[in-house]
Nanobody, 118 residues
Framework: QVQLVESGGGLVQAGGSLRLSCAASGRTSSIRTMGWYRQAPGKQREWVAIIPSGGSPNYSDSVKGRFTISRDNAKDTMYLQMDSLKPEDTAVYSC????????????WGQGTRVTVSS
């Protein structure tokens, strides 16, 4: 299995910045696509950004131009740089990792809370 732990959440004012980290452990060499998702209070989880092993990152329209996803394979860590934050970005942010050795499975972190005040 692959275990994921998010960090870096907190309280920021609108227009501010925050960087989230997602540390992976376990069978990290088998990880393919990693991604960030978020869930606002009372709402469904939504996709934010993904970064495949051998492809370009993709972003939800709601965060394009403001968020940047990256990964450091040497550190087994993925990041989400969030700039120009808006109150509607308030949510619990979770990271995911799709890992494959024969078949593929998805691991989730427990999430880190981001609150953007107006």
């Amino acid at each position: 299995q692959v275990q994921l732990v998010e960090s870096g959440g907190g309280l920021v004012q609108a227009g501010g910045s925050l960087r989230l980290s997602c540390a992976a452990s376990g069978r990290t060499s088998s990880i393919r696509t990693m991604g960030w998702y978020r869930q606002a209070p009372g709402k469904q989880r939504e996709w934010v950004a993904i970064i495949p092993s051998g492809g370009s990152p993709n972003y939800s329209d709601s965060v394009k131009g403001r968020f940047t996803i990256s990964r450091d394979n040497a550190k087994d860590t993925m990041y989400l740089q969030m700039d120009s934050l808006k109150p509607e970005d308030t949510a619990v942010y979770s990271c995911s990792a799709d890992y494959c050795y024969g078949t593929c499975s998805r691991s989730w972190g427990q999430g880190t809370r981001v609150t953007v005040s107006s």
